[in-house]
Every structure is written in C-alpha cells, then in structure tokens.
C-alpha cells in the first residue's frame, strides 16, 4: 500500500482535475503515477510541463529506452514496470531490447549511445566523462540531444524517486528491478 495518498481523480485537488482528464482521455486511465503527484497541484504542472516538453524529444522508442534503463538504475519497480509496458505496447520494442534497456544498452546503434550515455548519467549523478560525452556524439546527437537525454533521465529520476518515497502501488504488468532482464 502506497505510504502517500493517491487520490481518486474525483478527491483529487480542484486545480489538477482538467490535468488528470486530459490524462484519462489519452490513456484511457489515470495511473497512480499521476494522481500521486495531483496531490501537489505545482509539482503536477511543472511535471506535465516538463514531460510534454520532452515528449518533442528523440523519438519514442528513444525515450523509451532511457526510461526502462534509468529505472533500472534507479531501482525504481513502479516505473520500470510502467516503461516496460508502454515500450513493448507504445513504442512496439521488443522483449529482447527491454532486456538490454535495463543493461544501459540497445540493439540498435544509435540509441545504444543515448542509453548508455543516460545510465551513466543516472549512476553516476552527471558527473560523466569526456569520452562520455564524445561517445554520444560520435553517434549522432547534437548539442540540444545531449541535453535532451539528461533532461530526460532528470524527468525519469523524479518519478523514480517519488515512486520509491510513496511506494507507489503498481498498476502496470509488474516487472522488478531484481529480476534478471
């Protein structure tokens, strides 16, 4: 059971109630994800901001991949569940590149680069190399997607982290972090 309330959309804050519409209409359903963080009608508009921001970003395979790999840094269940989901139903990854996602890596050359160079700067709190950086580069990214990536694995890192403060309950397919991928 979550230790922070997760309000139902209807006892949710006034002011988060057309946010988390918005969110019922794309999905379908409201995560708990989201109507935790409408305990703070702030916290929840910075958040959207921050994410409709970022989901211009990469592509969504992309984005992704750096979620499932900096929620495994992480140690985060709730959003490693969550990004696993949406990557193989979302974003149509296969199993097997979820598997090397949660290993800070990809299949696929180019992403191989921006996975890796987020799970480095998830384990490691930004404080990345030089040879870091030009290995993401060497692969492609511009200046603005370097950004981009660590905006992303900031955006992750929020979630993680206040999953694992509200022990969130799991309302995705549960996958663990200590499970081998």
């Given at each position: 059971m979550s230790r922070l309330a997760v309000p139902t959309v209807d006892d949710a804050p006034e002011a988060t109630k057309p946010t988390l519409g918005a969110i019922h209409k794309t999905l379908g359903v409201v995560p708990n994800l989201f109507r935790l963080i409408a305990n703070s009608p702030a916290a929840l508009a910075a958040f959207m901001g921050f994410q409709g921001a970022l989901a211009k970003t990469l592509d969504v395979k992309t984005?992704?991949?750096i979620a499932i790999a900096?929620?495994?840094v992480n140690g985060c269940d709730y959003c490693l569940s969550?990004?696993?989901?949406?990557?193989?139903?979302?974003a149509k990854i296969s199993p097997?590149?979820?598997a090397l996602n949660r290993k800070g890596a990809s299949g696929d050359a180019k992403a191989n680069a921006a996975v890796a160079f987020a799970a480095k700067v998830a384990k490691e709190r930004g404080h990345v190399s030089d040879?870091?950086?030009a290995a993401v580069r060497a692969a492609g990214f511009t200046e603005a997607q370097i950004v981009e990536i660590v905006g992303l694995v900031?955006?992750?890192t929020f979630t993680n982290y206040l999953n694992e403060v509200a022990k969130t309950d799991i309302d995705f397919p549960l996958v663990r972090v200590s499970e081998a991928a």
């Open positions: 984005r992704e991949r900096v929620a495994q969550a990004h696993t989901y949406l990557g193989l139903n979302l097997e590149e979820v040879a870091d950086i900031a955006e992750n």
